[in-house]
T-cell receptor, first 108, second 117 residues
Framework: SQELEQSPQSLIVQEGKNLTINCTSS?????LYWYKQKYGEGLIFLMM?????EEKSHEKITAKLDEKKQQSSLHITASQPSHAGIYLC????????FGAGTRLTVKP | DTAVSQTPKYLVTQMGNDKSIKCEQN?????MYWYKQDSKKFLKIMFS???????INETVPNRFSPKSPDKAHLNLHINSLELGDSAVYFC????????????????FGPGTRLLVL
C-alpha cells in the first residue's frame, strides 16, 4: 500500500518568514491533495496536483509535484498567523491515504 | 497489516435503505473518528469516540449513528439514506483524544465510497 511521509512534523516560524512542508510517497502519485485544518475545524481542501512538474498557487501558498511524481512540497511565502494550522497531504491511488500532518505555528 | 480498515470499500444503494460501514483499527489507539468527504474534497468530522465514549458529535442528521462495540471498532450506521449522503466516508484513529483546538496524529482508513441512487 502507498505510504505518505510528511516533514517536518511541526514547524514554528516567525511571521513574515517563508516555509516549506514536504510530502513523500512510497509510490508514484496519481493524485496528490493538500488540506489544511484550522484548529477545531474540519479539513479544508487547498489544491490537487496530478501531473509531474505541476505547480499550483492559492494566495501565498504554492504546491508542487515533482517530475517523478513521488514528492510534493507546499511552500508558504511571507507567513501570517492565519496560516497556522495542520497541513495534511493525501493521495488517491484507488485508496485514499493521508500523511501524518504538519503542525504549523506562526508567531506574531 | 492494514492499520485502519474499512468495509465495504464501495457501497451502492437505493434511497431509503439502511446501511452500515465498518471500521477497525489494530493500532491500539484510544480514539476513533468518522469523516465525510464531500464533492469539493472537504473532510468534515462527524463523530469521535474515545474508549467507547462519544466525545464529539458534530451537527449531523440523527439518521447517522456511530456504534463502538470496543475501542478497536467504530461502525457507522445510516438510516433512511438520502441522495445527499453520497460521499466518501473515512474512518480514522489516534492514540490520544482529539484535543480542543489541537490535533493528534490521525491514521486514516482507505475510505468507503457511498453512492445513493
Amino acid at each position: 500500500s502507498q505510504e505518505l511521509e510528511q516533514s517536518p512534523q511541526s514547524l514554528i516560524v516567525q511571521e513574515g518568514k517563508n516555509l516549506t512542508i514536504n510530502c513523500t510517497s512510497s509510490k508514484t502519485l496519481y493524485g496528490l491533495y493538500w488540506y489544511k485544518q484550522k484548529y477545531g475545524e474540519g479539513l479544508i481542501f487547498l489544491m490537487m496536483l496530478q501531473k509531474g512538474g505541476e505547480e499550483k498557487s492559492h494566495e501565498k501558498i504554492t504546491a508542487k509535484l515533482d517530475e517523478k511524481k513521488q514528492q510534493s512540497s507546499l511552500h508558504i511565502t511571507a507567513s501570517q498567523p492565519s496560516h497556522a494550522g495542520i497541513y495534511l497531504c493525501g493521495a488517491d491511488n484507488n485508496d485514499m491515504r493521508f500523511g501524518a500532518g504538519t503542525r504549523l505555528t506562526v508567531k506574531p | 497489516d492494514t492499520a485502519v480498515s474499512q468495509t465495504p470499500k464501495y457501497l451502492v444503494t437505493q434511497m431509503g435503505n439502511d446501511k452500515s460501514i465498518k471500521c477497525e483499527q489494530n493500532l491500539g489507539h484510544d480514539t476513533m473518528y468518522w469523516y465525510k468527504q464531500d464533492s469539493k474534497k472537504f473532510l468534515k468530522i462527524m463523530f469521535s469516540y474515545n474508549n467507547k465514549e462519544l466525545i464529539i458529535n458534530e451537527t449531523v442528521p440523527n439518521r447517522f449513528s456511530p456504534k463502538s462495540p470496543d475501542k478497536a471498532h467504530l461502525n457507522l450506521h445510516i438510516n433512511s439514506l438520502e441522495l445527499g449522503d453520497s460521499a466518501v466516508y473515512f474512518c480514522a484513529s489516534s492514540k490520544l483524544k482529539r484535543l480542543a483546538g489541537g490535533w493528534e496524529t490521525q491514521y486514516f482508513g482507505p475510505g468507503t465510497r457511498l453512492l445513493v441512487l
